[in-house]
């Protein structure tokens, strides 16, 4: 859930760094819990500084944890930036 939605903004040549991070934890998770969805979002994406949330949920919907971050933009000396495109749907192996 940290991995958050300022990675999915990001120009080529620039990487971020997160000075404040808040994990909010509301249930367990158990094998029990089933599949799972986590969702990140960018909130606020500026030229020095962004903003992003996250929160992980069961399929019903129920909240398990929230997240917010505040992240610092950085310029790197390079044509390009590590970014993939992935998608973060997990469910939890039974064996």
Same mark, same amino acid.
């Given at each position: 859930?940290? &991995?958050?939605?300022?990675? #999915?903004?990001?120009?080529?040549?620039?990487?971020?760094?997160?000075?404040?991070?808040?994990?909010?934890? $509301?249930?367990?998770?158990? &094998?029990?819990?089933?599949?799972? &969805?986590?969702?990140? &979002?960018?909130?606020?994406?500026?030229?020095?500084?962004?903003?992003?949330?996250?929160?992980?949920? =069961?399929? +019903?919907?129920? $909240?398990?944890?929230?997240?917010?971050?505040?992240?610092?933009? $950085? =310029?790197?000396?390079? +044509?390009?930036?590590?970014?993939?495109?992935? =998608?973060?749907?997990?469910?939890? !192996? !039974? #064996?």
């Amino acid at each position: 859930m940290t &991995r958050s939605g300022t990675t #999915e903004v990001a120009e080529v040549g620039q990487a971020h760094t997160t000075p404040q991070i808040k994990v909010n934890y $509301l249930r367990g998770v158990t &094998r029990e819990t089933g599949p799972m &969805r986590a969702v990140g &979002r960018a909130i606020h994406f500026g030229r020095r500084t962004a903003m992003a949330e996250g929160s992980l949920s =069961d399929v +019903s919907g129920k $909240l398990f944890a929230q997240a917010s971050t505040t992240c610092l933009i $950085l =310029d790197v000396p390079c +044509s390009v930036s590590p970014r993939a495109e992935v =998608d973060h749907a997990y469910e939890i !192996d !039974d #064996e």
